[in-house]
């Protein structure tokens, strides 16, 4: 169950293995509001002082190049990916990067300026600029997926059919019209507006997140500049701002954490004004000239994270039955490992620890004495 990139490749996994696949979705497949959608998302490998989930980044950044050939499609820019930290900071990531197996240069706060001048970065930051690194194009990897399993056998994708319950003991699944599908395996890929699917004691332990998202067009004098501007995950700044250049085609996307907040529900889409104007203000001190002539277009998204972690949540549904709460992107830059992960969970296979906290040790089992008070 689900239209995002969890669901598709999982099932792309599952069909490699020589399975039968349904796919389902109260949607469209790919389904344009799921968590996944969106014109782009960074793929880097540094993730600082964590040795393990760098390590299992560049296994993803491998698997993706994998998957373009696969698919016949492109859709990995190889633009690279800054980080901005403190030059002691940079230095051990650059090291860890290099243990790890990637490629990367350190950046001191002079080059960085030199080689960036429509960036303002301050206070004597210095960078790592990874090579194996850069922009997924979001929407064109779920296009990708859907484009391929259409032509293979064994599949069936069911669109605009929500699902109502699920049963992961017997592999059952109702459909909103009172159909029931039988399967060997189930998943349930949650997205936000699907969290009723699981049991009340997991479901109210998810918290509900909304991003706001600027979408920019560049001035016509930078653009060889930015043409040349790495995916840059982490600007340096206390609010936690973040971008995405313009590449292939799409806009330039600004955010930050200050723009992400809890929320009850899913609402509308539409940016309130003010959380607009609160990213033009932080983004007006890190790219010189940039204005709200700059913003062509704004967006809320939302996404869950399971409360206890802050990440992504797997649980067991009996049976050969799972449910994979995704956590923003994050997730999708770890979905062909994730999606490998699921697909042998699901056939019966112990699958390979890959770094990742949430898929490395045993999902939580929802008939337990633990989770029963919860």
Same mark, same amino acid.
């Given at each position: 169950?689900?239209?995002?990139?969890?669901?598709?490749?999982?099932?792309?996994?599952?069909?490699?293995?020589?399975?039968?696949?349904?796919?389902?979705?109260?949607?469209?497949?790919?389904?344009?509001?799921?968590?996944?959608?969106?014109?782009? #998302?960074?793929?880097?490998?540094?993730?600082?002082?964590?040795?393990?989930?760098?390590?299992?980044?560049?296994?993803?950044? #491998?698997?993706?190049?994998?998957?373009?050939?696969?698919?016949?499609?492109?859709?990995?820019?190889?633009?690279?990916?800054?980080?901005?930290?403190?030059?002691?900071?940079?230095?051990? $990531?650059?090291?860890?990067?290099?243990?790890?197996?990637?490629?990367?240069?350190?950046?001191?706060?002079?080059?960085?300026?030199?080689?960036?001048?429509?960036?303002?970065?301050?206070?004597?930051?210095?960078?790592?600029?990874?090579?194996?690194?850069?922009?997924?194009?979001?929407?064109?990897?779920?296009?990708?997926?859907?484009?391929?399993?259409?032509?293979?056998?064994?599949?069936?994708?069911?669109?605009?059919?929500?699902?109502?319950?699920?049963?992961?003991?017997?592999?059952?699944?109702?459909?909103?019209?009172?159909?029931?599908?039988?399967?060997?395996?189930?998943?349930? $890929?949650?997205?936000?507006?699907?969290?009723?699917?699981?049991?009340?004691?997991?479901?109210?332990?998810?918290?509900?997140?909304?991003?706001?998202?600027?979408?920019?067009?560049?001035? #016509?004098?930078?653009?060889?500049?930015?043409?040349?501007?790495?995916?840059?995950?982490?600007?340096?700044?206390?609010?936690?701002?973040?971008?995405?250049?313009?590449?292939?085609?799409?806009?330039?996307?600004?955010?930050?954490?200050?723009?992400?907040?809890?929320?009850?529900?899913?609402?509308?889409?539409?940016?309130?004004?003010?959380?607009?104007?609160?990213?033009?203000?932080?983004?007006?001190?890190?790219?010189?000239?940039?204005?709200?002539?700059?913003?062509?277009?704004?967006?809320?998204?939302?996404?869950?994270?399971?409360?206890?972690?802050?990440?992504?949540?797997?649980?067991?549904?009996?049976?050969?039955?799972?449910?994979?709460?995704?956590?923003?992107?994050?997730?999708?830059?770890?979905?062909?490992?994730?999606?490998?992960?699921?697909?042998? #969970?699901?056939?019966?296979?112990?699958?390979?620890?890959?770094?990742?906290?949430?898929?490395?040790?045993?999902?939580?089992?929802?008939?337990?004495?633990?989770? $029963?008070?919860?």
């Amino acid at each position: 169950m689900g239209g995002g990139v969890i669901a598709l490749l999982t099932a792309v996994e599952c069909v490699l293995d020589g399975h039968r696949v349904t796919v389902v979705d109260q949607g469209p497949i790919p389904h344009s509001r799921a968590t996944s959608f969106d014109q782009h #998302r960074i793929l880097r490998a540094l993730h600082p002082a964590d040795p393990r989930t760098t390590a299992a980044a560049l296994r993803a950044h #491998r698997r993706w190049v994998e998957l373009e050939e696969l698919f016949l499609t492109r859709f990995y820019e190889q633009v690279g990916s800054l980080t901005v930290l403190p030059p002691a900071a940079a230095t051990d $990531a650059a090291a860890m990067l290099a243990d790890a197996g990637g490629h990367a240069r350190e950046l001191t706060a002079a080059g960085l300026a030199d080689r960036y001048p429509h960036l303002h970065v301050g206070g004597g930051l210095g960078a790592v600029l990874e090579d194996e690194a850069g922009v997924l194009l979001a929407e064109r990897v779920l296009a990708a997926c859907v484009g391929w399993l259409k032509w293979q056998r064994g599949i069936e994708l069911i669109e605009h059919r929500a699902v109502t319950a699920v049963d992961g003991e017997s592999g059952s699944v109702r459909l909103v019209d009172g159909q029931v599908l039988h399967s060997d395996a189930v998943l349930v $890929a949650v997205g936000p507006w699907s969290r009723d699917l699981l049991p009340p004691s997991i479901a109210e332990r998810l918290t509900l997140y909304r991003q706001s998202l600027l979408y920019c067009r560049v001035p #016509r004098q930078q653009s060889q500049a930015w043409a040349a501007t790495p995916a840059i995950p982490a600007l340096g700044t206390e609010g936690g701002a973040w971008l995405i250049p313009p590449v292939a085609g799409t806009a330039l996307k600004l955010t930050s954490a200050t723009a992400c907040r809890a929320v009850d529900a899913i609402t509308d889409y539409a940016t309130d004004p003010y959380w607009q104007r609160k990213l033009e203000k932080e983004f007006g001190d890190i790219l010189p000239g940039f204005g709200p002539a700059w913003v062509t277009a704004a967006k809320d998204a939302y996404y869950s994270a399971f409360s206890p972690t802050g990440g992504p949540l797997l649980v067991a549904l009996g049976g050969a039955g799972f449910a994979y709460a995704a956590c923003g992107g994050t997730s999708f830059k770890f979905a062909p490992l994730i999606a490998r992960s699921l697909a042998d #969970r699901m056939t019966g296979r112990s699958p390979s620890p890959i770094g990742l906290g949430a898929l490395d040790g045993p999902p939580l089992d929802v008939h337990t004495p633990q989770l $029963a008070g919860l």
